[in-house]
């Protein structure tokens, strides 16, 4: 949606910083603010689902919009976060009365998130916008409960970005191959010093001691025998 900035008077402007500056400042109990440094008629925010409903533990990303003709006409509001809710349709549009016939300029926005957030635990199923969840507000509220609660948990309640809680999978789990033990100088690394050909394979290091020792015990029992003429 285009920004209205051009569109509002300076007047009006200077009135929407006020109030958002304020709600910055100081926000509604269980709402968080995150106001554009581009576009001041586009407000983001969070809503902590209220407890005792379906919505409990979940945080719902919402924005409202404020149009050319604000504040003569109510902002627009829309849930960012998927939401099982008679009164939010499909594509995120929230119908409440305060962003229709009971809107009054003088209300201002503090009022319209409240509302909101109120509309998470009152809903009004004579205004569904969402057919399915007011049907079963009506007439299996168990149902409805457990299929609010289900989206809540999927989407509302995701620990990383998109929704992906999971850690990711490492393709190098299980087993993996041995790595070959023969090549000293390659386990040890490039820059290791060269290794003698005859500790190639480890094996010949005993034989080789036995003849330095045989061919000593020899020239010394040389040295004893000619003593001995």
């Not at 100081?26 to 379906?54: F, M, Q, R, V, W």
């Not at 990303?61 to 099982?84: Q, S």
């Not at 005859?198 to 040295?223: E, F, I, P, Q």
Request: proline share 8%; aromatic share 4%.
């Amino acid at each position: 949606m285009n920004s209205n900035v051009e569109n509002l008077p300076p007047h009006v402007l200077r009135l929407v910083y006020k109030e958002v500056s304020a709600l910055v400042a100081d926000p509604p109990e269980g709402i968080k603010i995150y106001p554009s440094d581009d576009d001041i008629t586009e407000l983001h925010t969070a809503i902590e689902g209220p407890e005792g409903t379906p919505f409990a533990g979940g945080i719902f990303r919402m924005r409202l919009v404020l149009g050319k003709d604000f504040p003569a006409i109510p902002p627009k509001g829309y849930f960012l976060t998927k939401i099982f809710h008679p009164n939010v349709g499909h594509k995120g549009e929230i119908c409440v009365n305060v962003l229709k016939k009971d809107w009054k300029a003088e209300l201002g926005l503090r009022h319209v998130l409240l509302t909101i957030k109120c509309l998470l635990i009152h809903p009004n199923p004579e205004s569904a916008l969402n057919e399915e969840a007011g049907r079963l507000l009506l007439e299996d509220y168990t149902e409805y409960e457990a299929r609010a609660r289900l989206l809540t948990e999927i989407h509302a309640m995701s620990a990383g970005p998109g929704g992906s809680s999971g850690a990711t999978q490492d393709h190098q789990d299980g087993p993996q191959p041995k790595k070959h033990a023969g090549d000293l100088t390659k386990r040890a690394g490039a820059g290791a010093p060269a290794v003698p050909a005859a500790l190639g394979n480890g094996a010949t290091v005993s034989s080789s001691s036995s003849s330095n020792s045989m061919a000593a015990k020899k020239k010394a029992d040389k040295k004893r025998a000619l003593k001995r003429l």
